[in-house]
């Protein structure tokens, strides 16, 4: 049974960039990009040989990861990449155990749409990282203009939760602060970095335990028939 998509001819053109990938290419954006590659490295080997999604505001190489994956680019209101699609996700449920969205996710009811399409393809067990850029972060003033946008975790655990994953409690801030330069330390709370990281699971049993029947039983402790 196909698992994943097939894809696209060599040298087939994916389409006119997203005007938001222009910062990523740029000596600030990539300074983000860097700090995020190593968190994104283990992610992607955090469940060894099994499939995953990687979404991503720019084109890149997907090799030397475990497993097989797709990684795929912002494209207007779509992906581009290996296979060109747009929402539902061309991807059969629950075959997919990590799904990374690093600074590819749009805010309300299209972001809604994209934490329920994850939470589908995710296996039981699987989990789902999301990197979004903090507005709390001096570094926002080198992506002003630009038609990025920046958020909370708060909304993002809400969508999260109405999807049935479960999120972490905390966010994990990692990136610059100010100065163009890589920082992959990742840090408890966003604070003042320019990026965050919510992880959040695919729950495979049920968050609270039902409660074994305990057996009638008759004096001597022997069970009822």
Same mark, same amino acid.
């Given at each position: 049974?196909?698992?994943?998509?097939?894809?696209?001819?060599?040298?087939?053109?994916?389409?006119?960039?997203?005007? =938001?990938? &222009?910062?990523?290419d740029?000596?600030?954006?990539? $300074?983000?990009?860097?700090?995020? *590659?190593?968190? @994104?490295?283990? /992610?992607?080997?955090?469940?060894?040989?099994?499939?995953?999604?990687?979404?991503?505001p720019?084109?890149?190489d997907d090799?030397?990861?475990?497993?097989?994956?797709?990684?795929?680019?912002?494209?207007?209101t779509?992906?581009a =990449?290996? &296979?060109?699609?747009?929402?539902?996700?061309?991807? $059969?449920n629950?075959?997919?155990? *990590?799904?990374? @969205?690093?600074h /590819?996710?749009?805010?309300?009811?299209?972001?809604?749409?994209?934490?329920?399409?994850?939470?589908?393809?995710?296996?039981?067990?699987?989990?789902?990282?999301?990197?979004?850029?903090?507005?709390?972060?001096?570094?926002?003033?080198?992506?002003?203009?630009?038609?990025?946008?920046?958020?909370?975790p708060m909304?993002?655990?809400?969508?999260?939760?109405?999807a049935?994953?479960?999120?972490?409690?905390?966010?994990?801030?990692?990136?610059?602060?100010?100065?163009?330069?890589?920082?992959?330390?990742?840090?408890?709370?966003?604070?003042?970095?320019?990026?965050?990281?919510?992880?959040?699971?695919?729950?495979?049993?049920?968050m609270?335990?039902?409660?074994?029947?305990?057996p009638?039983?008759?004096?001597?402790?022997?069970?009822?028939?």
């Amino acid at each position: 049974m196909r698992t994943m998509p097939s894809r696209l001819p060599p040298g087939q053109p994916a389409g006119p960039t997203d005007p =938001g990938a &222009v910062w990523f290419d740029s000596l600030a954006g990539k $300074a983000l990009l860097d700090s995020e *590659t190593e968190s @994104i490295r283990s /992610a992607l080997h955090e469940r060894a040989g099994q499939s995953w999604l990687w979404l991503a505001p720019t084109a890149g190489d997907d090799g030397n990861h475990a497993g097989r994956g797709l990684r795929l680019q912002v494209m207007g209101t779509g992906w581009a =990449g290996p &296979v060109r699609c747009g929402a539902p996700l061309p991807l $059969a449920n629950e075959t997919v155990a *990590t799904v990374v @969205i690093q600074h /590819a996710a749009k805010g309300g009811s299209r972001g809604a749409a994209l934490m329920g399409e994850c939470a589908r393809v995710l296996v039981p067990g699987g989990r789902l990282w999301l990197y979004a850029l903090n507005p709390l972060s001096p570094y926002r003033l080198r992506w002003r203009g630009t038609g990025l946008s920046a958020t909370e975790p708060m909304p993002w655990r809400r969508r999260l939760r109405d999807a049935g994953l479960q999120p972490d409690a905390v966010s994990l801030g990692l990136g610059p602060r100010w100065r163009v330069e890589t920082s992959a330390f990742l840090q408890q709370g966003a604070g003042l970095r320019a990026a965050w990281v919510l992880r959040a699971e695919k729950r495979s049993i049920p968050m609270t335990p039902v409660r074994q029947r305990i057996p009638l039983r008759l004096g001597d402790g022997v069970p009822a028939a």
